[in-house]
């Protein structure tokens, strides 16, 4: 098993800044790659961005791309997402999700272990 603990959301106004972090525990060994994904209200929940544990290779979402920049650490099993240039569409809840595959990192049902997720709230 894996755990996994977000930490960092909060309230900010749009164009304002977070950094989202996730803690890995447990059987970190299995892990591959690592993604977050978001669920606003009344919606499916939506991939954000994923990074690949051994290349950190980062892989992101068009609506995200250019403003979030995801990041890892190896030696501390965490891995980052820092969200820049925030708009009132990117309130959600954000889950940091655990893969053991490298492929399709887009797709939910391609994550192993998932947190409990933290809230981002963007006011405009």
């Known amino acids: 098993q894996v755990q996994l603990v977000e930490s960092g959301g909060g309230l900010v106004q749009a164009g304002g800044s977070l950094r989202l972090s996730c803690a890995a525990s447990g059987r970190t060994f299995s892990i591959s790659a690592m993604g977050w994904f978001r669920q606003a209200p009344g919606k499916e929940r939506e991939f954000v961005a994923a990074i690949a544990w051994s290349s950190g290779d980062p892989f992101y979402a068009d609506s995200v791309k250019g403003r979030f920049t995801i990041s890892r650490d190896p030696s501390k099993n965490t891995v980052s997402v820092q969200m820049n240039s925030l708009k009132p569409e990117d309130t959600a809840v954000y889950y940091c999700?655990?893969?053991?595959?490298?492929?399709?990192?887009?797709?939910?049902?391609?994550?192993?272990?998932w947190g409990q997720g933290t809230q981002v709230t963007v006011s405009s």
């Open positions: 999700a655990a893969s053991s595959g490298r492929s399709s990192l887009h797709i939910e049902g391609r994550y192993d272990y």
